[in-house]
Nanobody
Framework: QVQLVESGGGLVLPGGSLRLSCLAHGFLLDRYAIGWFRQAPGKEREAVSCHGARDGATFYADSVKGRFTISRANVRNTVYLQMNALKSEDTAVYYC????????????????WGPGTQVTVSS
């Protein structure tokens, strides 16, 4: 089955950190730009970050710049999202998918959507 599977979510205190993992199943991840997206209850899904396939370019939503870092380990067929200085507004289900960046700078998700991993930031 061709899919991405997320892991690493959990409950964390405000100001804490988590590292999410996105493992590719059934295909080689190194050919694709892969990104992270999130959806909070009652809100639309929003883009968080996108990592280019070959040029290593990275893109972030303004809301996470300076706090989140996306990286990839193609040898492990995995993309990571290091999340620091977490805030309550970061609470959401986080998904990974193939991605692209429009000329406007908007990050878009395309395919291979996984089931998501829940991140809850709360005291």
């Amino acid at each position: 089955q061709v899919q991405l599977v997320e892991s690493g979510g959990g409950l964390v205190l405000p100001g804490g950190s988590l590292r999410l993992s996105c493992l590719a199943h059934g295909f080689l991840l190194d050919r694709y730009a892969i990104g992270w997206f999130r959806q909070a209850p009652g809100k639309e899904r929003e883009a968080v970050s996108c990592h280019g396939a070959r040029d290593g370019a990275t893109f972030y939503a303004d809301s996470v710049k300076g706090r989140f870092t996306i990286s990839r380990a193609n040898v492990r067929n995995t993309v990571y999202l290091q999340m620091n200085a977490l805030k309550s507004e970061d609470t959401a289900v986080y998904y990974c998918a193939s991605c692209g960046v429009a000329s406007t700078g908007r990050i878009e998700g395309y395919e291979f959507w996984g089931p998501g991993t829940q991140v809850t930031v709360s005291s």
